[in-house]
């Protein structure tokens, strides 16, 4: 397992998403699930008339942020894209097979848009030291 796989483990599957529309930055806390052989490739559902979806078609650029957990590890980037997947549920819904939290928040996860996330960048930090990884 890579170090970048292991920051993933410690996020929970949760990423804080930063979008901007018009110069206004938006933030939202989201669940997803890394492809296992991309781990840059993180999937995200969405209902598709929300104001992300919005931001989303203005302006592909974020900013992710994973939680802290207790040694202070965390995946930042400001070099991310996130934007409608060419895949179907039936394609990721073995990614969040076990995250029953998830699948409850989205009971109607077929009707649900699937959003791709894209890190080309990041910064792996914790309480003991930093360390930048490039997936481009």
Known sequence: MTLFEEYIQASRGLAFVATSKQNQPSIRIM???????????????SKPNTEKMIDLAANENVSVITPLNQNGARIE???????RSDKKWADIKT????NK????????VENEVILVLEIHSAR??????????NFD
């Open 31 to 45: 669940g997803f699930a890394a492809d296992p052989d991309q781990p840059n490739m993180w999937y995200f559902n």
């Open 77 to 83: 980037s400001n070099h991310a894209t996130m934007r």
């Open 95 to 98: 990614l969040f097979a076990n």
């Open 101 to 108: 939290p998830y699948l409850h928040a989205h009971p109607d």
């Open 124 to 133: 792996l930090a914790s309480y003991a030291g930093t360390e930048i990884v």
